[in-house]
């Protein structure tokens, strides 16, 4: 029988504290999202991501991917940094999980970063998303056969999207997330994203839509940038807008 190397296709790393205030613009630094050690009202200490003084997510939602396979009822929102397994943000240690579990490779994806396409700053967003790329491109550059990174796009101004797409395939990132429903005024069956959608196929660089990346302003979309926040008609309709855009992209020939 033939060897088979098994390749995980769907891993997120987890974001480290520092990721986008080591790395962001000096003019925007003091808007750059960081982790805070918080407290509940009974006393429990939690780390959470800020931005500009709001709560944006908790560490804990994105430390425990396993346990909804094993017991959701147990998955609790609320962690501390120092309980993520280095695995989530050391590409060494993360090689040697993946081949305990007989993994060889895996292609990464982020855990709170998506849920910044709420942000309703283009600027800001470009900034996060640009601080990303190149945080992910570094953490795959030791084992570059092995990890392989997923950017984040932001397609606000499609022509600059196209410049970033340019440039983080020119890192060595092997496709790029963009917003699974883009602001109302933009929907992908515009002209506006031509050179966007020209740009990835030349590269031959795959665009991935991930539930829970709308951009600020989509009506009736109730994911915020909080998982915790999340109602239960948010939970239950995030497949609506993969299927929405898609479809918008089929019926304006995009993939024609």
Not at 187 to 198: G, L
Request: charged share 25%.
């Amino acid at each position: 029988m033939a060897d088979y190397r098994i390749i995980s296709a769907d891993s997120h790393i987890v974001e480290p504290p520092d990721m986008y205030t080591a790395r962001f613009d000096p003019k925007l630094r003091n808007r750059a999202p960081h982790m805070e050690r918080r407290k509940t009202p009974a006393g429990r200490e939690y780390d959470a991501w800020m931005l500009e003084g709001r709560q944006v997510g908790t560490l804990g939602a994105v430390m425990q991917a396993g346990q909804r396979f094993e017991d959701p009822s147990q998955i609790d929102f609320l962690g501390v940094w120092d309980d993520v397994r280095k695995g989530a943000y050391d590409a060494d240690a993360m090689i040697a999980e993946n081949e305990e579990d007989g993994i060889w490779g895996s292609v990464l994806q982020p855990s709170q970063g998506l849920f910044w396409y709420r942000v309703p700053d283009s600027e800001l967003l470009n900034e996060i998303c640009r601080c990303y790329n190149d945080w992910i491109a570094d953490f795959c550059k030791p084992h570059p056969d092995r990890l392989k990174g997923i950017a984040m796009l932001n397609v606000d101004d499609p022509d600059a999207g196209a410049k970033e797409l340019e440039r983080v395939a020119k890192m060595g990132l092997v496709g790029s997330f963009i917003p699974v429903a883009p602001r109302p005024d933009k929907p992908y069956s515009s002209p506006v994203y031509d050179r966007f959608w020209a740009t990835a196929q030349e590269l031959k660089h795959p665009l991935l839509l991930h539930i829970g990346t709308p951009r600020d302003g989509v009506p009736a979309n109730e994911f915020t940038m909080d998982v915790t926040e999340l109602t239960g008609a948010g939970r239950s309709t995030t497949d609506y807008w993969v299927r929405y855009s898609l479809g918008s992209m089929l019926f304006a020939g995009v993939f024609d």
